[in-house]
Structures are given as structure tokens and as C-alpha cells.
């Protein structure tokens, strides 16, 4: 049962980081778009510091982040496997978001990317294989 606990943990806490990403996305955009006030930048600052929070959470304490990026001669075979396997479903899903987006960002919106959403897709890019282990994987990770 705490196994389960610890995975359910994980996922609600990727789930709170991403939310916390598209709230600084849609803030950020809303006050580029009709003009800043204190309501805006208020959420801009509540979804960065809790982003911040959640990402220390569940990317550095639980070793992910040392995970994805260590060289492979520092992994066993299933950490190889695991982070392969992580990368590859993560590369997929990234670049049809990417896709989507820049999609709806030149022919409906007609605008083009802002710094911030070039950085959210950054930030993605790093997570997402992260996050795909987070989900996925029933043990605690080293």
C-alpha cells in the first residue's frame, strides 16, 4: 500500500507542476494581450512560486532530474532501459505538442511565439521524460 501511496504522490504532484505551467502560460499571455494589472501578475507570481515548489518536489528530491541526465555509464541496464524508454515516449508526445502548437500560434492566432512560451517548451522538453518515469514507474526511483 505504500508503494502506492508514493506513486499517487508523484502523479499528483506532476499533474500540480504542469497545471502550474499552463496558469503562468495563461496569465502571462492574458496580461500580454489586454494590458497587466495586479490580478494578473498575482497569478503570474502564485503559479511560478508554486511551479518552483512542485518541480524542487518532484524532479530534484526524488532523483529524476539526476536520472534523465546522468551519462549512461553511470546507470545500470534497467535505469538505461527506464530513461530510454522515458525519452522516446517523451520525444513523440513533444513533438506533436510542439506541432499543435506552433499550429495554433500562426494560423489562429496569427501571433508569433513569446520568450515565455519558447521557455515553457524548454522547461517541457527537460520534465516530460521525468514525469513519464514519475507516472509509470512503481518503485522509487534512486
Not at 96 to 101: A, G, K, W
Request: charged share 10%; aromatic share 12%; proline share 2%.
Amino acid at each position: 500500500m505504500k508503494g502506492n501511496s508514493g506513486n499517487q504522490n508523484r502523479r499528483t504532484g506532476v499533474v500540480l507542476n504542469y497545471l502550474c505551467l499552463i496558469f503562468l502560460l495563461l496569465f502571462y499571455n492574458t496580461a500580454e494581450a489586454m494590458g497587466w494589472n495586479i490580478f494578473l501578475i498575482t497569478g503570474i507570481a502564485v503559479a511560478l512560486a508554486f511551479g518552483i515548489y512542485t518541480f524542487i518536489s518532484i524532479y530534484l528530491r526524488t532523483g529524476l532530474w539526476k536520472l534523465i541526465h546522468a551519462k549512461s555509464e553511470q546507470l545500470d541496464e534497467r535505469e538505461i532501459q527506464l530513461t530510454r524508454t522515458a525519452v522516446t515516449q517523451a520525444y513523440s508526445v513533444f513533438a506533436i505538442l510542439c506541432l499543435l502548437l506552433f499550429y495554433l500560434e500562426l494560423f489562429v492566432l496569427k501571433g508569433s511565439l513569446g520568450a515565455l512560451n519558447i521557455a515553457s517548451l524548454i522547461y517541457l522538453a527537460h520534465v516530460l521524460p521525468q514525469s513519464i518515469i514519475a507516472w509509470h514507474e512503481n518503485t522509487p526511483t534512486p
